[in-house]
């Protein structure tokens, strides 16, 4: 059974940084892009960044130039750096691994970890 594990969300103030770390448990084959979404209270969730297997990268518009996300494909983990971070960056960040094999495509997601940013 593979798990993907998050960590790294906290508490920080207005201009700060983050760093999330997303460790898959077990071994996952033909993965196509590795993703951050979040989640803010009332919303719906929403993809944050993306990293493909070649590493080029996609951005929220909302995040561009602050954020960077990353992977070390050798241990299937994802990170991402949060930089100048805004209150209105506050949510719960979700981890995904999307898969394809045989024209289909499945989804592995982490449990969420909660980034609050506040004075």
């Known amino acids: 059974q593979v798990q993907l594990v998050e960590s790294g969300g906290g508490l920080v103030q207005p201009g700060g940084s983050l760093r999330l770390s997303c460790v898959a448990s077990?071994?996952?084959?033909?993965?196509?892009?590795m993703n951050w979404y979040r989640q803010a209270p009332g919303k719906q969730r929403e993809l944050v960044a993306t990293?493909?297997?070649?590493?080029?990268?996609m951005y929220a518009d909302s995040v561009k130039g602050r954020f960077t996300i990353s992977r070390d494909n050798a241990k299937i983990t994802t990170y991402l750096q949060m930089n100048s971070l805004t209150p209105e960056d506050t949510a719960v960040y979700y981890c995904?691994?999307?898969?394809?094999?045989?024209?289909?495509?499945?989804?592995?997601w982490g449990q969420g970890t909660q980034v609050t940013v506040s004075s």
């Open positions: 077990g071994r996952i084959f033909n993965i196509n892009t």
């Open positions: 995904n691994i999307h898969r394809i094999f045989g024209g289909s495509g499945s989804d592995y």
């Open positions: 990293i493909t297997q070649g590493g080029n990268t």
